[in-house]
Each structure stands twice: as C-alpha cells, then as structure tokens.
C-alpha cells in the first residue's frame, strides 16, 4: 500500500529542534542553548497563572481581549490592530498561509531564524536566501533577491543567533524600496534587550503602512517560553486576515492572565534587563580574553565562533561543555558549523561557563 502523498515541501523541512534540556544519562546541567530568561517568570505572572487554575474547564476567551488591551497600555498602540498566537511561531505560520503559497518565494537573510523557512516549506513555497555582511542582514543583497515571486520577506532584528541588527534608518529603507505587494514582516522577539539608540523595533513601520507586520514574543524577557504566547501589530486588513484562519481559542487562558500579569510587572523586566546588559557584556569580555570570537550581540545570548581546528573547535567544545554540564546551542542548522550560541545565565552560570571553557582552550580538556 502506498502512503498519502504530503504536500510538495513538507518531505523537505528539517524538523526544528530546540535547544537540549539535559545531558547523556539526564545529569543535572546549566541550560544555555535556548535564550530563556534565567531570572524566570514574575511572582506576579506565576500567580496569575496558579489562580487560572480554578477555570480550566472553561474555553479562554477567544479574542484575548483583555491581553490585547494590557498590550496597548504597556506599549502605547491601538488594541484592535493586535493579533496574539500560541507563541510568534503560531503567528508566523499564519503568516505564511494567508500570504504565500505553491510557487511563492518567501525570503529571508542567510543566518536567519529556521522557523522561516521551516514554515514557508510547509506551504509549498520556495525559500529565497539573501547573504550576509558581517553576520549581519544585508538590506542591499534584500533588495536584490526580490522577484515577482515574492510574496513575503522575514527579518529577525535583532537576529537569532547572530545577535546583530539593523537600524532603523536601515529597516525604514529597506520597507521604502520594498514592492508594496511584498509583506515585510519584522520579528522582534528580543526587542525589549535592545538599548542601541539607533534601534526601531518595527511599530512605527507596522503603525504606519500597510504592508508591515511586527511580531513579539513572551519567551523571552517574560519568561513564559513554556506557555507559548506571542503577539503581532499590523494594518487592520492585515489583522482582519489573521482572525479569519487563526484558531477561535489560539491562546489558553492561563496564557492570557500570566501575560497581563508580566506585563505589569515594570521591576521584574527591568531586573531582567539590568541582569542581561551586565552578564552580556561581563561573558564576552571573558571570552574574547580565551581568544575567542564573540560576535556583537544586543539579544541575550552570544554567538561564538570557535578554531577550525580538530581537537578545539566548535564540536569539541561542545562535546567537552556537555560533559562539564553545561549545554550549548550548536549552529550548524544555521550554517555556521563554527559556531556556538551561549544564552546569558545566571552569575554563577556565566563563571562555570568561562571556567570551563579555560580549561577546554588550554588543552587539559583533551580526553
């Protein structure tokens, strides 16, 4: 018997996987592969959440209403021009599906976030990638790679698992020369680490035309990565669009109160922010010390390229970290075979790491 046929890209994707979560034989290890915030969630978000727990046999509400409205508070925006999905991957994938399809290109730069491309496969699309200069988007090498046949250009800014960014002179022209039929959507998951000043975000963009999306994520500085709660501002059509294929319950209900509770909670994203910035710059002087190449990075992690030389690159230091209990992301899927990307941990965290990767570096960790 012969199995269904998939659609055309689906036998192409790669599965996506996440950073790991433990190591061989499930010891005990610091988790730095996966760019959560190592501070946790708030009290106030971890409260509301224990509290949803009386409702669970009721259905969420459907509109998110009330997140919707925390949203417009905290960021000063129009409510009815949010959509929120069961994380920005949800709100990624519809994206794709309303705007794209069999014989559609979708672009993105060449080290930029899997779930692109991931999703773009899945709907039969053809992925168009651009290259970078210096690990960094290349608006020029954008522009140049768009056809007739584009139908959607996906930019992380800042980018995982570079780290870099382009500002907002950069994304401003980049949406300016882009044909008006092309979506330009803007993923800004580590938005709330930025403190470049030369930084936009996309809301004024997404605020202003009607061809810009902005994502947004709760995964991050808020901490609620395991409760996959993500959100987008775009035109009223656009948004129109989005509730037409969405699903009538795409967010729980314990999502929903944890991420107003976050929201409000102005202390504890700034602790995480204060803990990020001081981390972020203490981890890579550290490791540039080691002689290292820690690329510039305004997220919260570090991308770190590691010798081509057998014994002591990438591979071998991941190998080595692992069994020192420290879990690194490897980048190969991204094609930088080179490369580990470190999530900021705590303190004590960020030492072990640097300890660790002395002795790795010295050749005491030859096994």
Request: with cysteine; hydrophobic share 45%; proline share 7%.
């Amino acid at each position: 018997m012969a199995l269904p046929r998939p659609r055309p890209g689906i036998l192409e994707i790669e599965p996506y996987v996440g950073g790991k979560a433990e190591v061989e034989g499930g010891r005990p290890a610091v988790k730095l592969s996966a760019n959560e915030n190592p501070l946790g969630p708030s009290p106030r978000a971890r409260a509301a959440y224990a509290e949803a727990a009386a409702a669970l046999h009721r259905y969420p509400d459907g509109g998110a209403e009330a997140l919707r409205r925390a949203l417009g508070r905290r960021f000063n925006l129009d409510p009815a021009r949010v959509v929120c999905g069961a994380g920005s991957d949800e709100l990624i994938t519809l994206l794709v599906r309303a705007y794209a399809g069999p014989g559609d290109e979708v672009l993105m730069s060449a080290h930029g976030f899997l779930m692109y491309r991931l999703a773009a496969l899945a709907a039969g699309c053809h992925v168009v990638t651009a290259p970078e200069r210096d690990l960094r988007a290349d608006v020029d090498a954008l522009l140049a790679r768009v056809s007739s046949r584009t139908r959607i250009l996906f930019l992380a800014n800042p980018n995982n698992p570079t780290g870099s960014y382009l500002t907002g002179e950069e994304l401003a022209r980049l949406r300016r020369e882009l044909p008006e039929d092309v979506l330009l959507v803007i993923d800004a998951a580590y938005a709330e680490y930025v403190e470049a000043p030369d930084y936009a975000s996309g809301f004024e963009l997404a605020r202003d035309h009607d061809n810009v999306v902005m994502t947004r994520t709760f995964s991050k500085l808020f901490g609620l990565a395991a409760l996959r709660l993500g959100w987008m501002y775009a035109h009223p059509g656009i948004v129109e669009v989005m509730h037409r294929i969405r699903g009538p319950f795409n967010v729980s209900t314990p999502a929903q109160v944890a991420g107003i509770a976050a929201l409000e909670d102005l202390d504890h994203q700034a602790r995480s922010r204060r803990h990020n910035a001081h981390w972020r710059a203490w981890l890579a002087r550290e490791l540039t010390a080691l002689g290292l190449t820690v690329h510039p990075s305004v997220a919260n992690f570090l991308l770190v390229s590691f010798p081509q030389e057998p014994g002591r690159d990438a591979a071998a230091a991941e190998a080595f970290l692992e069994g020192e209990g420290l879990i690194p992301r490897r980048m190969d899927a991204y094609g930088l075979p080179q490369a580990l990307r470190f999530s900021i941990g705590l303190e004590e965290d960020n030492r072990r790491l640097v300890a660790a990767l002395a002795r790795f570096l010295d050749g005491r960790a030859v096994r």
